[in-house]
Protein backbone atom coordinates (compact mmCIF):
# COMPACT_ATOMS: atom_id res chain seq x y z
CA UNK A 1 0.00 0.00 0.00
CA UNK A 2 1.17 3.65 -0.79
CA UNK A 3 1.55 5.92 2.37
CA UNK A 4 -1.49 7.49 2.95
CA UNK A 5 -0.93 11.11 1.20
CA UNK A 6 0.12 9.66 -1.76
CA UNK A 7 -2.57 7.06 -1.61
CA UNK A 8 -5.43 9.69 -1.35
CA UNK A 9 -3.78 11.69 -4.40
CA UNK A 10 -6.24 11.72 -7.20
CA UNK A 11 -3.32 11.07 -9.39
CA UNK A 12 -4.36 7.43 -11.42
CA UNK A 13 -0.64 6.96 -12.27
CA UNK A 14 0.33 6.03 -8.62
CA UNK A 15 -1.97 3.68 -9.06
CA UNK A 16 -0.46 1.98 -12.20
CA UNK A 17 2.49 2.07 -10.40
CA UNK A 18 1.79 0.10 -7.14
CA UNK A 19 0.56 -2.32 -8.98
CA UNK A 20 3.57 -2.64 -11.49
CA UNK A 21 5.47 -2.72 -9.19
CA UNK A 22 4.00 -5.39 -6.69
CA UNK A 23 5.04 -7.89 -9.40
CA UNK A 24 8.66 -7.14 -8.83
CA UNK A 25 7.66 -7.26 -4.61
CA UNK A 26 9.58 -10.57 -4.27
CA UNK A 27 12.25 -10.56 -6.72
CA UNK A 28 12.96 -7.10 -5.40
CA UNK A 29 11.97 -7.72 -1.99
CA UNK A 30 10.57 -4.61 -2.50
CA UNK A 31 8.61 -2.98 1.21
CA UNK A 32 5.50 -0.89 -1.09
CA UNK A 33 4.48 0.69 2.01
CA UNK A 34 7.81 2.66 2.19
CA UNK A 35 7.09 4.53 -1.64
CA UNK A 36 7.44 8.22 -1.33
CA UNK A 37 8.26 11.16 -3.76
CA UNK A 38 12.08 11.37 -4.22
CA UNK A 39 11.84 14.17 -6.76
CA UNK A 40 10.79 15.91 -9.99
CA UNK A 41 12.62 18.00 -12.44
CA UNK A 42 11.96 20.35 -14.99
CA UNK A 43 10.54 17.92 -17.77
CA UNK A 44 7.00 15.73 -16.71
CA UNK A 45 9.16 12.84 -15.19
CA UNK A 46 9.01 12.21 -11.44
CA UNK A 47 10.87 10.20 -9.03
CA UNK A 48 9.80 7.87 -6.14
CA UNK A 49 12.25 6.11 -3.78
CA UNK A 50 11.11 2.62 -1.73
CA UNK A 51 12.86 0.72 0.84
CA UNK A 52 13.75 -2.92 0.38
CA UNK A 53 14.85 -5.87 2.78
CA UNK A 54 17.85 -7.20 -0.10
CA UNK A 55 20.98 -6.29 0.88
CA UNK A 56 22.68 -5.54 -2.38
CA UNK A 57 19.69 -2.76 -2.91
CA UNK A 58 18.77 -1.15 0.69
CA UNK A 59 16.27 1.32 -1.34
CA UNK A 60 15.26 1.60 -5.21
CA UNK A 61 14.19 4.66 -7.28
CA UNK A 62 11.25 4.54 -9.55
CA UNK A 63 11.37 6.91 -12.48
CA UNK A 64 7.70 7.75 -13.85
CA UNK A 65 7.36 9.09 -17.15
CA UNK A 66 3.80 9.24 -18.70
CA UNK A 67 4.50 7.57 -22.63
CA UNK A 68 2.47 10.74 -24.44
CA UNK A 69 4.65 13.07 -22.10
CA UNK A 70 7.96 11.45 -22.11
CA UNK A 71 10.08 8.87 -23.96
CA UNK A 72 12.21 6.41 -21.55
CA UNK A 73 13.97 4.44 -24.33
CA UNK A 74 16.27 7.50 -24.74
CA UNK A 75 17.28 6.98 -21.22
CA UNK A 76 17.69 3.44 -21.49
CA UNK A 77 19.42 3.25 -24.21
CA UNK A 78 21.49 6.42 -22.65
CA UNK A 79 22.34 4.56 -19.39
CA UNK A 80 23.89 1.54 -20.79
CA UNK A 81 25.61 3.72 -23.10
CA UNK A 82 27.29 5.69 -19.68
CA UNK A 83 27.79 2.54 -18.14
CA UNK A 84 29.67 0.89 -20.56
CA UNK A 85 32.42 4.18 -20.51
CA UNK A 86 32.78 3.47 -17.01
CA UNK A 87 30.48 5.91 -15.51
CA UNK A 88 27.89 5.74 -12.31
CA UNK A 89 24.66 5.68 -13.27
CA UNK A 90 21.77 4.11 -12.48
CA UNK A 91 21.29 0.61 -13.04
CA UNK A 92 18.15 -0.59 -15.07
CA UNK A 93 16.39 -3.57 -12.84
CA UNK A 94 13.16 -3.36 -14.67
CA UNK A 95 11.51 -1.63 -17.22
CA UNK A 96 7.97 -0.76 -18.85
CA UNK A 97 8.37 1.34 -22.13
CA UNK A 98 4.53 1.10 -22.76
CA UNK A 99 3.31 2.47 -19.32
CA UNK A 100 6.39 4.35 -18.82
CA UNK A 101 7.85 2.90 -15.90
CA UNK A 102 11.62 2.04 -14.60
CA UNK A 103 12.84 0.62 -11.67
CA UNK A 104 16.39 1.89 -10.74
CA UNK A 105 19.23 1.06 -8.28
CA UNK A 106 19.40 4.62 -5.53
CA UNK A 107 22.51 6.88 -6.01
CA UNK A 108 21.60 8.48 -2.62
CA UNK A 109 20.50 11.89 -1.70
CA UNK A 110 23.07 13.51 -1.47
CA UNK A 111 23.54 16.25 -4.35
CA UNK A 112 26.80 18.56 -5.24
CA UNK A 113 24.69 21.26 -4.65
CA UNK A 114 23.72 20.62 -1.30
CA UNK A 115 27.48 19.25 -0.53
CA UNK A 116 29.68 21.96 -2.60
CA UNK A 117 31.41 24.33 -0.69
CA UNK A 118 35.48 26.44 -0.14
CA UNK A 119 36.62 23.13 1.59
CA UNK A 120 34.62 20.40 -0.46
CA UNK A 121 34.47 22.17 -4.36
CA UNK A 122 38.03 21.11 -5.37
CA UNK A 123 37.86 17.59 -4.68
CA UNK A 124 33.95 17.25 -6.46
CA UNK A 125 34.91 18.84 -8.92
CA UNK A 126 38.29 16.83 -9.91
CA UNK A 127 36.04 14.04 -9.96
CA UNK A 128 33.34 15.50 -11.72
CA UNK A 129 36.02 16.58 -14.51
CA UNK A 130 37.82 13.14 -14.72
CA UNK A 131 34.48 11.63 -15.17
CA UNK A 132 33.66 13.87 -18.14
CA UNK A 133 37.33 13.07 -20.01
CA UNK A 134 36.26 9.18 -19.28
CA UNK A 135 32.79 10.17 -21.33
CA UNK A 136 34.60 12.13 -23.88
CA UNK A 137 37.19 9.46 -24.41
CA UNK A 138 34.53 6.80 -24.93
CA UNK A 139 32.75 9.04 -27.77
CA UNK A 140 31.53 7.47 -30.86
CA UNK A 141 30.24 10.09 -33.67
CA UNK A 142 27.70 7.46 -35.11
CA UNK A 143 26.08 6.63 -30.82
CA UNK A 144 24.13 9.73 -30.30
CA UNK A 145 21.88 12.20 -32.24
CA UNK A 146 24.26 15.50 -33.23
CA UNK A 147 23.80 18.77 -31.52
CA UNK A 148 23.43 20.15 -35.03
CA UNK A 149 22.51 23.63 -36.40
CA UNK A 150 18.81 23.27 -36.27
CA UNK A 151 19.00 22.55 -32.64
CA UNK A 152 21.26 25.26 -31.57
CA UNK A 153 18.81 27.39 -33.16
CA UNK A 154 15.63 26.25 -31.90
CA UNK A 155 17.35 26.05 -28.46
CA UNK A 156 18.14 29.63 -29.10
CA UNK A 157 14.80 31.08 -30.48
CA UNK A 158 13.40 30.06 -26.79
CA UNK A 159 14.94 33.52 -25.12
CA UNK A 160 13.14 35.80 -28.05
CA UNK A 161 10.13 34.34 -27.22
CA UNK A 162 9.85 32.84 -23.81
CA UNK A 163 12.18 35.21 -22.00
CA UNK A 164 11.49 38.57 -24.61
CA UNK A 165 8.48 38.46 -25.73
CA UNK A 166 6.19 36.01 -22.96
CA UNK A 167 7.98 37.23 -19.82
CA UNK A 168 9.04 40.74 -19.92
CA UNK A 169 6.82 41.66 -23.05
CA UNK A 170 9.51 42.93 -24.68
CA UNK A 171 8.80 43.21 -28.47
CA UNK A 172 11.64 43.09 -31.24
CA UNK A 173 12.17 44.98 -33.99
CA UNK A 174 12.80 43.90 -37.33
CA UNK A 175 16.09 44.99 -36.89
CA UNK A 176 16.75 43.83 -33.71
CA UNK A 177 15.62 40.23 -35.23
CA UNK A 178 18.11 40.58 -37.91
CA UNK A 179 21.26 41.85 -35.34
CA UNK A 180 20.00 38.91 -32.74
CA UNK A 181 20.17 36.09 -35.66
CA UNK A 182 23.69 37.47 -36.46
CA UNK A 183 24.97 36.57 -33.22
CA UNK A 184 23.41 33.21 -32.73
CA UNK A 185 25.00 32.13 -36.28
CA UNK A 186 28.31 33.41 -35.37
CA UNK A 187 27.93 31.13 -31.68
CA UNK A 188 26.71 27.50 -33.94
CA UNK A 189 29.75 28.51 -36.15
CA UNK A 190 31.93 28.59 -33.48
CA UNK A 191 30.29 25.74 -31.49
CA UNK A 192 30.19 23.34 -34.96
CA UNK A 193 33.70 23.69 -35.16
CA UNK A 194 34.87 22.62 -31.69
CA UNK A 195 35.89 18.59 -31.12
CA UNK A 196 32.42 16.62 -30.91
CA UNK A 197 32.36 14.37 -28.20
CA UNK A 198 29.44 12.93 -26.27
CA UNK A 199 27.68 15.67 -24.09
CA UNK A 200 24.92 15.39 -20.99
CA UNK A 201 23.51 18.22 -21.89
CA UNK A 202 22.44 19.17 -17.55
CA UNK A 203 26.11 18.38 -15.90
CA UNK A 204 25.59 20.56 -12.91
CA UNK A 205 24.87 20.43 -9.12
CA UNK A 206 21.38 18.49 -9.36
CA UNK A 207 22.33 16.15 -11.13
CA UNK A 208 25.27 15.24 -9.88
CA UNK A 209 25.11 12.76 -6.54
CA UNK A 210 27.68 12.47 -4.07
CA UNK A 211 29.05 9.14 -3.84
CA UNK A 212 32.40 7.10 -1.78
CA UNK A 213 33.13 5.31 -4.79
CA UNK A 214 33.55 5.91 -8.36
CA UNK A 215 32.08 9.84 -7.24
CA UNK A 216 30.00 11.56 -9.04
CA UNK A 217 26.81 9.64 -9.67
CA UNK A 218 25.66 11.22 -12.59
CA UNK A 219 21.56 11.89 -13.65
CA UNK A 220 19.12 13.29 -16.06
CA UNK A 221 20.88 11.89 -18.89
CA UNK A 222 18.69 10.95 -21.03
CA UNK A 223 18.62 14.15 -23.69
CA UNK A 224 22.47 13.74 -24.32
CA UNK A 225 24.46 14.41 -27.59
CA UNK A 226 27.30 14.55 -30.01
CA UNK A 227 28.38 17.67 -29.81
CA UNK A 228 30.80 20.49 -28.80
CA UNK A 229 33.29 19.54 -26.00
CA UNK A 230 33.00 22.59 -24.13
CA UNK A 231 29.21 22.32 -23.33
CA UNK A 232 29.43 19.74 -20.38
CA UNK A 233 32.44 22.13 -18.30
CA UNK A 234 29.72 25.14 -18.91
CA UNK A 235 26.55 23.07 -17.23
CA UNK A 236 29.46 22.22 -14.96
CA UNK A 237 31.41 25.88 -13.93
CA UNK A 238 28.35 27.89 -14.95
CA UNK A 239 26.07 26.76 -13.10
CA UNK A 240 22.75 28.05 -12.22
CA UNK A 241 22.09 27.17 -8.97
CA UNK A 242 25.73 27.66 -7.37
CA UNK A 243 28.15 30.91 -8.28
CA UNK A 244 32.16 30.61 -8.15
CA UNK A 245 34.33 33.61 -8.97
CA UNK A 246 36.16 34.00 -12.01
CA UNK A 247 39.50 33.07 -10.75
CA UNK A 248 37.76 29.64 -9.29
CA UNK A 249 36.16 29.07 -12.48
CA UNK A 250 39.62 29.38 -14.53
CA UNK A 251 41.81 27.11 -12.16
CA UNK A 252 39.15 24.54 -12.78
CA UNK A 253 39.12 25.02 -16.13
CA UNK A 254 42.93 25.18 -17.03
CA UNK A 255 43.24 21.74 -15.09
CA UNK A 256 40.89 20.00 -16.99
CA UNK A 257 42.57 21.76 -20.14
CA UNK A 258 45.77 19.77 -19.06
CA UNK A 259 44.13 16.66 -18.22
CA UNK A 260 42.05 16.24 -21.18
CA UNK A 261 45.05 17.39 -23.22
CA UNK A 262 47.06 14.63 -21.83
CA UNK A 263 44.71 12.20 -22.24
CA UNK A 264 44.69 12.64 -25.76
CA UNK A 265 41.31 14.30 -26.34
CA UNK A 266 41.47 17.03 -28.92
CA UNK A 267 41.26 20.54 -27.09
CA UNK A 268 42.46 24.13 -28.53
CA UNK A 269 46.55 24.23 -28.21
CA UNK A 270 46.23 27.73 -26.60
CA UNK A 271 44.38 28.01 -23.67
CA UNK A 272 42.49 31.82 -24.35
CA UNK A 273 41.38 30.04 -27.56
CA UNK A 274 39.64 27.34 -25.33
CA UNK A 275 38.18 29.53 -23.16
CA UNK A 276 36.74 31.83 -25.66
CA UNK A 277 35.09 28.69 -26.59
CA UNK A 278 33.85 27.88 -23.27
CA UNK A 279 32.65 31.54 -23.32
CA UNK A 280 30.61 31.70 -26.11
CA UNK A 281 28.93 27.95 -25.61
CA UNK A 282 28.00 29.71 -21.92
CA UNK A 283 26.41 32.42 -23.83
CA UNK A 284 24.40 30.37 -26.20
CA UNK A 285 23.26 28.01 -22.88
CA UNK A 286 22.66 30.87 -20.82
CA UNK A 287 20.05 32.30 -23.37
CA UNK A 288 18.69 29.35 -23.80
CA UNK A 289 18.25 28.58 -20.07
CA UNK A 290 16.43 31.97 -20.21
CA UNK A 291 13.87 31.00 -22.45
CA UNK A 292 13.46 27.36 -20.54
CA UNK A 293 12.83 29.04 -17.40
CA UNK A 294 10.55 31.81 -18.19
CA UNK A 295 8.80 28.82 -20.13
CA UNK A 296 8.62 26.49 -17.11
CA UNK A 297 7.08 29.16 -15.16
CA UNK A 298 4.18 30.64 -17.92
CA UNK A 299 3.25 26.96 -19.54
CA UNK A 300 3.67 24.58 -16.63
CA UNK A 301 3.71 26.71 -13.58
CA UNK A 302 6.59 26.23 -11.93
CA UNK A 303 7.47 29.36 -10.51
CA UNK A 304 10.67 28.41 -8.57
CA UNK A 305 12.87 28.33 -11.52
CA UNK A 306 12.40 32.02 -11.62
CA UNK A 307 14.27 32.76 -8.83
CA UNK A 308 17.37 31.61 -10.38
CA UNK A 309 17.09 33.90 -13.82
CA UNK A 310 19.30 36.82 -12.66
CA UNK A 311 22.26 34.20 -12.08
CA UNK A 312 21.56 33.13 -15.57
CA UNK A 313 21.49 36.78 -16.62
CA UNK A 314 24.65 37.88 -15.19
CA UNK A 315 26.40 34.91 -17.16
CA UNK A 316 24.99 36.39 -20.26
CA UNK A 317 25.60 39.13 -20.01
CA UNK A 318 29.32 39.45 -18.37
CA UNK A 319 29.68 37.19 -21.40
CA UNK A 320 28.28 39.55 -24.28
CA UNK A 321 29.78 42.70 -22.35
CA UNK A 322 33.37 40.94 -23.16
CA UNK A 323 33.13 40.39 -26.76
CA UNK A 324 32.58 43.16 -29.27
CA UNK A 325 30.55 40.79 -31.27
CA UNK A 326 27.70 40.74 -28.93
CA UNK A 327 27.38 44.32 -28.13
CA UNK A 328 23.81 44.17 -29.61
CA UNK A 329 22.61 41.39 -27.25
CA UNK A 330 24.81 42.56 -24.67
CA UNK A 331 22.43 45.98 -25.31
CA UNK A 332 19.54 43.83 -25.29
CA UNK A 333 20.31 41.85 -21.92
CA UNK A 334 20.80 45.35 -20.10
CA UNK A 335 17.77 46.56 -21.42
CA UNK A 336 15.72 43.58 -19.92
CA UNK A 337 17.52 43.57 -16.24
CA UNK A 338 15.15 46.21 -14.32
CA UNK A 339 12.26 44.68 -16.16
CA UNK A 340 13.34 41.23 -14.88
CA UNK A 341 13.86 42.58 -11.22
CA UNK A 342 10.14 44.13 -11.66
CA UNK A 343 8.59 40.81 -13.05
CA UNK A 344 10.08 38.64 -10.30
CA UNK A 345 7.66 37.60 -7.47
CA UNK A 346 7.82 39.84 -4.25
CA UNK A 347 9.91 37.32 -2.28
CA UNK A 348 12.13 36.67 -4.83
CA UNK A 349 13.03 40.30 -5.22
CA UNK A 350 16.27 41.38 -3.87
Known sequence: ?????????????????????????????????TLVPASSDASFRRYFRLNTSN??????????????????????????????????????????????????SDLGN????????????????????????????????STLPHYDSNLFQREMDLFPEWYLKQHLRIALSELERSELQKIFDLLIQNHLAETQVYVHRDFHSRNLMMLEKN????????????????????????????????????????????????AGIKVPNDFGDFYKDFEWMGLQRHLKILGIFARLYHRDGKEAYLQDLPTVLKYA??????????????????????????ALPKSDRS
Do not use: C
Open 215 to 262: NPGILDFQDAVYGPLSYDLVSLWRDAYIVWTESEVLDWLISYWEKARK
Open 55 to 104: PLHQSLIVMDAPPEREKIEPFIRIAHLFLKAGLQVPHILEEDLAQGFILL
Open 110 to 141: RTYLAELNKKTASGLYQDASNALIQLQLASKP
Open 317 to 342: LDVANRYRDFKVLAKLLERSQAMLQA
Open 1 to 33: MLNTDIKNSPDMRLLLLENWLSQYQAKWSIQLE
